[in-house]
């Protein structure tokens, strides 16, 4: 018998998972270039036509089976189904692979090989690199409606996973996040993939369905053998073959305590965040795109903290219209309500790129020294005031059903507050001469303390904003002067600096001395070893990624905020980033 053979890869869903193994092998799709003569190129259009047929009803099909899936499952499926169904549609890929068939006289299987290629190649080539993931991710979904392509028009069968035994760890060299969604997460028990990485869709598939899996593991086809006992730690990204005794026992170990920890997250959902003694806290989640909403009431959220508005201008030519704004707004604030939903108006700054906000000529041309320092946020909503009294006009028609609050990105100075409420008031005023239905009202208009000038004259704007939301991530690269997104200066960017926690905290205290609310919606709020800390400076407000809520509600249930106040007064003493991080994780 061989021994025991540990093999290491990229861990992409925590778990461990124990079964034996069933293999998964495809049979792979060899196409030839073949030509065709020119009077078969009407029967080689009709041949794609079916093929095409066929696959939007097996991507229709796999709709259908999204419907059973767990929600953060259908979250991730539900916009690769769209983009799938809309490239089988009168896309750039059917049309260019009409063309290659009629122009170029080959048959359907060639063209659609070679435009795919051709095309997934033009995408890995386009000049994004800090969207790296997202380019390689489209190349992969171009690629992957090709394969489909491909085997309908050979009546090649697709990998049946139907026959998988209950209980066993499935072994495969590859696994497309369509074969994903079909896996029944009650029956199996793990994934090991030998490709793969872990930001694909099939990695963020297998952590919805909380499937534990490591991908990426090299040799693992060759080392594998089908029905012998394998582990699978999703944790720490390895997969042992043949497991030893030991092994085996240190892996059940490990297995029950994931399981224990994960039913005691799920019973965290429906407990108050309440300190140990008795204060109640708000736990607030931060959204990036509507189709997180299903994510943030699994988590028990109390509403949104920040709406960052940003994906309402990106992957489109036009700026998104007041309608278009609104039922965004509106579907979101209804499945909030009564919880309220705080819509920060565009956040847009040099550095981003929009093909809409280009095209409208609202980008400084020629491109500024330092985007982070230039027209940013409200600079440039109060540079083109059409922009924010289209979107201001669009959440507070959406503010009837529910509860809306505005906020601001980047204020640094009183005359921004004053004049974009300015704004506020006379775009209300327009809505209710044209008979718009209006809440009595208007939603608060809140700031971003998100500059050190901000958290320095919190004093001041406290009496003009009606909320403060710290955003951490800004404060910290505007106060340590290190760009947030650069990996290089990583270690230089810490929220932990005492310069950073003395903003932190004087605007904190500014707020509360006039009794306006205050919360904190940076990387920070989302950190459970910050918790006590922020509770300690008086913050009784975080709003973070909906993923990271149970656990920063239990740091708030195991808090008392007693220790807390003496835990931050210790903190603010200390000299160094360094001498915080000491006390605060005790390392
Ligand atoms: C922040 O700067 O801390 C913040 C929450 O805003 P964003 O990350 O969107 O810039
Ligand atoms: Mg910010």
């Known amino acids: 018998v061989p021994a025991e053979q540990c093999l290491t890869g990229i861990a992409v869903s925590p778990g461990v998972a124990i079964g034996p193994v069933f293999l998964a092998t495809e049979a792979p799709t060899a196409v030839h270039r073949a030509t065709i003569a020119a009077d078969q190129v009407d029967a080689e259009l009709a041949r794609f036509e079916l093929a095409v047929q066929q696959s939007q009803k097996q991507v229709r099909k796999l709709r259908t089976r999204l419907a059973i899936l767990p929600q953060d499952g259908q979250i991730e499926l539900s916009p690769l189904l769209d983009a799938y169904a809309m490239m089988m549609g009168p896309s750039r890929l059917t049309r260019g692979i009409r063309a290659r068939i009629a122009e170029r006289l080959v048959d359907a299987p060639t063209a659609v090989v070679e435009e795919v290629e051709w095309q997934a190649g033009a995408v890995l080539a386009l000049p994004q690199a800090d969207d790296a993931d997202g380019l390689a991710r489209r190349a992969a979904e171009i690629g992957e409606i090709g394969l489909r392509l491909v085997r309908n028009l050979l009546q090649t069968p697709f990998r049946s996973?139907?026959?998988?035994?209950?209980?066993?760890?499935?072994?495969?060299?590859?696994?497309?996040?369509?074969?994903?969604?079909?896996?029944?997460?009650?029956?199996?028990?793990?994934?090991?993939?030998?490709?793969?990485?872990?930001?694909?869709?099939?990695?963020?598939?297998?952590r919805a369905l909380a499937l534990p899996a490591t991908l990426g593991v090299a040799g693992l086809m060759a080392a594998a053998r089908a029905g012998e006992t394998v582990v699978v730690d999703g944790t720490a990204g390895t997969v042992t073959l043949?497991?030893?005794?030991?092994?085996?026992?240190?892996a059940r170990?490990?297995?029950?305590?994931?399981?224990?920890?994960?039913?005691?997250?799920?019973?965290?959902?429906?407990?108050?965040?309440?300190?140990?003694?008795?204060?109640?806290?708000?736990?607030?989640?931060?959204?990036?795109?509507?189709?997180?909403?299903?994510?943030?009431?699994?988590?028990?959220?109390?509403?949104?903290?920040?709406?960052?508005?940003e994906f309402l201008f990106i992957n489109r030519d036009t700026l998104p219209d007041e309608t278009v704004q609104y039922e965004t707004y509106r579907q979101i604030i209804e499945a909030m309500a009564p919880d309220p939903v705080t819509v920060r108006v565009l956040d847009w700054g040099g550095e981003k790129e929009s093909e809409a906000m280009r095209a409208a000529g609202l980008m400084p041309e020629p491109p500024e020294l330092n985007p982070a320092l230039g027209l940013r946020g409200i600079r440039l909503l109060l540079k083109h005031p059409a922009l924010l009294e289209v979107q201001l006009a669009a959440v507070l028609r959406a503010s009837v059903h529910g509860q809306a609050r505005v906020l601001l990105p980047m204020v640094c100075r009183l005359s921004e507050v004053r004049a974009a409420r300015a704004v506020m008031l006379r775009?209300?005023?327009?809505?209710?001469?044209?008979?718009?239905?209006?809440?009595?009202?208007?939603?608060?208009?809140?700031?971003m303390i998100e500059t050190p000038a901000a958290a320095?004259?919190?004093?001041?704007?406290?009496?003009?904003?009606?909320?403060?939301?710290?955003?951490?991530?800004?404060?910290?690269?505007?106060?340590?002067?290190?760009?947030?997104?650069?990996?290089?200066?990583a270690t230089l960017f810490d929220p932990l600096h005492p310069g950073v926690l003395r903003l932190v905290r004087f605007a904190i205290e500014a707020a509360l001395r006039v009794r306006k609310p205050v919360s904190v919606c940076g990387e920070v709020a989302g950190d459970p070893r910050l918790?006590?800390?922020?509770?300690?400076?008086?913050?009784?407000?975080?709003?973070?990624?909906?993923?990271?809520?149970?656990?920063?509600?239990?740091?708030?249930?195991?808090?008392?905020?007693?220790?807390?106040?003496?835990?931050?007064?210790?903190?603010?003493?200390?000299?160094?980033?360094?001498r915080v991080r000491a006390v605060v994780l005790g390392s």
């Open 253 to 309: 170990a490990s297995a029950a305590a994931f399981a224990r920890e994960r039913q005691r997250m799920q019973r965290l959902r429906r407990l108050p965040a309440v300190t140990v003694c008795g204060t109640f806290v708000e736990l607030q989640a931060n959204l990036e795109i509507p189709a997180e909403l299903p994510l943030v009431a699994q988590s028990g959220a109390a509403g949104i903290g920040l709406l960052r508005s």
């Open 427 to 447: 775009v209300a005023q327009r809505l209710r001469r044209r008979g718009a239905k209006l809440p009595d009202k208007l939603p608060p208009l809140g700031i």
């Open 161 to 206: 996973l139907a026959a998988l035994p209950a209980g066993a760890v499935l072994v495969c060299d590859n696994l497309r996040p369509a074969d994903a969604a079909l896996l029944d997460p009650s029956r199996l028990a793990g994934v090991a993939v030998e490709d793969g990485g872990a930001e694909g869709h099939t990695a963020i598939m297998l």
């Open 456 to 489: 320095l004259s919190a004093d001041a704007l406290a009496l003009e904003a009606d909320f403060f939301a710290i955003g951490t991530n800004d404060l910290t690269m505007y106060a340590l002067a290190v760009d947030r997104g650069d990996s290089a200066a």
């Open 531 to 578: 918790t006590p800390l922020l509770l300690g400076l008086g913050l009784r407000s975080f709003s973070m990624t909906a993923a990271a809520l149970p656990r920063v509600k239990q740091s708030v249930r195991g808090a008392t905020v007693e220790d807390c106040v003496r835990l931050a007064h210790t903190v603010m003493e200390q000299p160094s980033a360094q």
């Open 242 to 250: 043949r497991p030893g005794e030991t092994a085996l026992l240190a």
